[in-house]
């Protein structure tokens, strides 16, 4: 994006970058009320396993005394997905990434069982992550009173946007210069463009919902306090966007803008 050409008084509002999120969320995806058609990832029926002619039950994960883990941790996990992920890559496809909500039981022997998608986006992200999941190596199995127990478990999974068919990513209505000038003029109602100080970068985040809506705004790298507040409030009050897609359907997306205000001195 370009640097906004109206710019007064050293204040420069610069180009945002983006990043797709099913959240997070970052903001997350939260298309879940949406029942997903694909036999692979619909819910399966593992509350109770047959063992010694016991019954044994999903212990839920915030009941548990130590937490099952991926070898490595949430980190490794990540990194882990990202290798799976990477055989999918197409060549000059980069960018962006969204994020897929899986649930599935860590079994007493670290296994998995039970996985399930909460977001669905098309046959081929399903493969993906179903494959992803079902070649991970065993989890430590989650603990009660020193003893391994079935556990419940639920995460995301950033997904690279090549592995979907499309991605759109969302808009302001009128497109980018429209948005720069919007946000000079709000800035300038509350006296942003009043300070002449020296050089202050402001980063901050927001995610454009579903339905074009804004919210989860908060800023990532701080300023002065009182720029800091300015900027808040103009992002809270923007009008609603054109949301993005991934293979066709709306998506939460987290948004990065960087804000600068002052001048070199």
Same mark, same amino acid.
């Given at each position: 994006?370009n640097?906004?050409? +109206?710019?007064?008084?050293?204040l420069?509002?610069?180009?945002?970058?983006?990043?797709?999120?099913?959240?997070?969320?970052?903001? +997350?995806?939260?298309?879940?009320?949406?029942?997903c058609?694909?036999?692979?990832?619909?819910?399966?029926?593992?509350?109770?396993?047959?063992?010694?002619?016991?019954q044994?039950?999903?212990?839920?994960?915030?009941?548990?005394?130590?937490?099952?883990?991926?070898?490595?941790?949430?980190?490794?996990?990540?990194a882990?997905?990202?290798?799976?992920?990477a055989g999918?890559?197409?060549?000059g496809?980069?960018?962006w990434?969204?994020?897929v909500?899986?649930?599935?039981?860590? %079994?007493?022997? $670290?296994?998995?069982?039970?996985?399930?998608?909460?977001?669905?986006f +098309? %046959?081929k992200?399903?493969k993906?992550m179903?494959?992803?999941?079902?070649?991970?190596?065993?989890?430590?199995? $989650?603990?009660?009173?020193?003893?391994?127990?079935?556990?419940?478990?639920?995460?995301?999974?950033?997904?690279?946007?090549?592995?979907a068919?499309?991605?759109?990513v969302?808009?302001?209505?009128?497109?980018k210069?429209?948005?720069?000038?919007?946000?000079?003029?709000?800035?300038?109602?509350?006296?942003?463009?009043?300070?002449? $100080?020296?050089?202050v970068?402001i980063?901050?985040?927001?995610?454009?919902?579903?339905?074009?809506?804004? $919210?989860?705004?908060?800023?990532?790298?701080?300023?002065?306090?009182q720029?800091?507040?300015?900027?808040?409030?103009?992002l809270?009050?923007?009008?609603?966007?054109?949301?993005?897609?991934?293979d066709?359907?709306?998506?939460?997306?987290r948004y990065?803008?960087p804000?600068t205000?002052?001048?070199?001195?």
């Amino acid at each position: 994006m370009n640097r906004c050409s +109206s710019v007064r008084r050293g204040l420069v509002v610069k180009a945002a970058a983006l990043v797709l999120l099913m959240s997070g969320g970052a903001v +997350s995806v939260s298309n879940a009320s949406t029942p997903c058609p694909c036999p692979a990832c619909a819910p399966v029926p593992v509350g109770i396993a047959e063992g010694d002619s016991v019954q044994e039950r999903i212990v839920p994960l915030k009941q548990v005394d130590v937490r099952p883990e991926f070898p490595g941790g949430r980190k490794a996990m990540s990194a882990y997905a990202a290798r799976c992920f990477a055989g999918n890559r197409i060549e000059g496809r980069t960018g962006w990434s969204f994020y897929v909500r899986a649930a599935f039981v860590v %079994e007493k022997d $670290g296994t998995l069982s039970g996985v399930r998608l909460k977001e669905h986006f +098309s %046959e081929k992200v399903t493969k993906a992550m179903l494959d992803m999941l079902s070649s991970m190596p065993r989890w430590t199995p $989650g603990k009660v009173d020193g003893k391994p127990v079935r556990t419940g478990y639920s995460t995301m999974f950033k997904v690279p946007w090549y592995v979907a068919d499309s991605c759109t990513v969302p808009e302001f209505m009128g497109g980018k210069d429209v948005l720069l000038k919007y946000i000079y003029a709000e800035l300038k109602k509350r006296g942003g463009t009043d300070y002449s $100080g020296k050089k202050v970068k402001i980063i901050a985040q927001f995610t454009v919902n579903e339905d074009g809506s804004i $919210g989860d705004v908060n800023i990532k790298r701080h300023g002065r306090a009182q720029l800091d507040g300015i900027v808040l409030d103009v992002l809270r009050s923007m009008p609603r966007w054109k949301p993005g897609t991934v293979d066709g359907q709306p998506v939460s997306v987290r948004y990065t803008l960087p804000v600068t205000f002052g001048k070199n001195k």
